[in-house]
């Protein structure tokens, strides 16, 4: 039996991929789209909701995003809100948590009353609070464990009625299960189908999965996360980029301590979330603290291999040394990768995570946390081998030739729907197929932020 062509195949089903098969699927006049998932569930790695911090980022408290950034941001988070409230999925998928940033001293606290002067006009929702407001609203944040309140300046910037969490695994279920439920498109989904060899021959797409299934398609996205730039390598794509893949931890509490989601400020030198602490929804909202950030040599946590697959995507070579003795001649960066080895050490590990925590809660103690084992992914950092830097943000590579690789998508989960109409937008043109641009707006874009 011939094997079937379909139009556009996506490799992973992450919420990245989830999210471009259930908009090619609504708002394309395509006839026969799949998906491969190497796992045999949808969303098991950095999408389940164990493995990111659930949070929505729409631009309001992330300190190291431009006001250009979170225009766009705040576009594709709106679009997640959208989409949930279309389909009855508050209090299921999507949550509301009060939330904000903090800063403490005296530099951090001019630094986040600027920004929140700055960026009330695109988001007028926004609220400033000084010490006594966050006495009443988030008190953990004010008093040590013996019920003395803290010395330092410290200002909140946030909002307290904003869709801020998601459970992006049950988000891309939701994807799946209603791109299945649209009859005029054939929608396949293949699960245990690790795809292991891509080919192009003559204008068709070959694909070879681990356990020896092929398939055939006129157009690939790989949302592999960071088996994605793997995948290019192999096909001889991105070569100058290499990637250094970073694994997150988290510790949690046995008891709800936060009202809401707390953000410090970001160091502006590290492509890495600073410090926060979060009421965690598969937890009961017993509040989680982190991520840490560990240089881990695979590109999958909590799976056995992968590490082979590091280093064919890493590319050492003295470009990829220079960029490494860069980033540990800066201070500030060796010293956050050394203390965050730390973090994973027994015992040790704890007692040093607890000394940075307490800048957010000074009452807490070593038995109020403990490590949280199986919590954490990895993503991986693409470093620039021409440019000799780690890149900051997104990476993908549109390859022109019918096959797109899109790797470290910022900010994550968040920005699935909005990543997903710019490939639905490429794959549309370069099949000669049409995008329902008015009835994509209509469903999941805000008139406020479309522009």
Same mark, same amino acid.
């Given at each position: ?5 379909? +139009? ?18 609504? *708002? ?43 225009? !766009? ?5 709106? /679009? &997640? ?5 279309? !389909? ?11 939330? #904000? ?19 009330? =006009?695109?988001?007028? *929702? ?72 891509? +080919? ?7 694909? +070879? ?9 006129? /157009? ?12 290019? !390598? ?30 410090? =400020? ?14 965690? &929804?598969?937890?009961?909202? !017993? ?30 070579? /003295? ?5 490494? =003795? ?33 800048? &957010? ?7 109020? &946390? ?7 992914? =990895? ?27 899109? #790797? ?44």
């Amino acid at each position: 039996m011939e094997t079937e062509i379909y +139009e556009v195949l996506i490799v992973g089903g992450g919420v990245s991929g989830a999210a471009l098969f259930y908009e090619l699927s609504y *708002y394309t006049d395509l006839s026969k789209i799949a998906l491969l998932e190497k796992y045999s569930e949808i969303a098991m790695l950095n999408s389940n909701a164990t493995a990111n911090s659930q949070t929505i980022h729409c631009g309001d408290i992330e300190t190291n995003y431009t006001l250009d950034k979170a225009k !766009h941001v705040q576009r594709t988070a709106k /679009m &997640i809100e959208k989409y949930c409230l279309q !389909h009855g999925y508050e209090n299921k998928i999507m949550f509301k948590h009060q939330k #904000m940033a903090i800063g403490i001293g005296y530099d951090e606290c001019r630094f986040m009353t600027k920004r929140y002067e700055e960026f009330k =006009v695109l988001y007028p *929702y926004l609220e400033l609070y000084n010490k006594e407001d966050l006495e009443k609203i988030e008190p953990a944040l004010i008093f040590d464990e013996k019920g003395r309140g803290r010395n330092e300046e410290i200002v909140g910037v946030g909002a307290k009625d904003q869709y801020t969490t998601a459970n992006f695994k049950a988000l891309s279920d939701s994807f799946i299960e209603n791109a299945k439920l649209n009859k005029e498109i054939q929608a396949d989904v293949f699960f245990d189908a690790q795809v292991s060899k891509i +080919e192009k021959k003559d204008g068709i797409f070959h694909l +070879e999965t681990k356990d020896g299934r092929h398939f055939q398609a006129k /157009m690939v996205i790989a949302n592999a996360g960071a088996h994605s730039l793997f995948l290019a !390598h192999q096909m001889g794509y991105g070569l100058d980029y290499g990637q250094l893949p970073m694994a997150g931890s988290f510790y949690k509490a046995h008891k709800r301590i936060l009202v809401g989601k707390v953000y410090m =400020v970001q160091n502006p030198k590290l492509p890495f979330a600073a410090l926060h602490g979060d009421p965690d &929804i598969t937890l009961d909202d !017993h509040t989680r603290f982190g991520p840490t950030a560990l240089v881990l040599p695979k590109l999958e946590r909590f799976r056995k291999g992968t590490y082979l697959d590091f280093f064919k995507t890493l590319r050492l070579d /003295m470009n990829i040394v220079r960029i490494f =003795v860069n980033l540990l001649k800066d201070k500030d960066i060796r010293n956050y990768i050394l203390r965050n080895f730390l973090f994973e050490v027994p015992y040790l590990g704890k007692r040093a995570f607890l000394k940075d925590a307490r800048k &957010i809660i000074p009452s807490l103690q070593a038995e109020d &946390i403990e490590y949280a084992k199986g919590f954490g992914g =990895v993503r991986g950092q693409i470093l620039d081998k021409t440019n000799q830097k780690l890149m900051l943000g997104e990476a993908s590579i549109d390859t022109g030739e019918g096959i797109i690789f899109n #790797m470290t998508p910022s900010p994550g989960a968040t920005s699935c729907l909005g990543n997903a109409q710019r490939d639905v937008e490429k794959i549309c043109a370069y099949l000669g197929k049409t995008f329902d641009a008015a009835r994509f707006d209509q469903d999941l874009v805000e008139e406020d932020t479309h522009a």
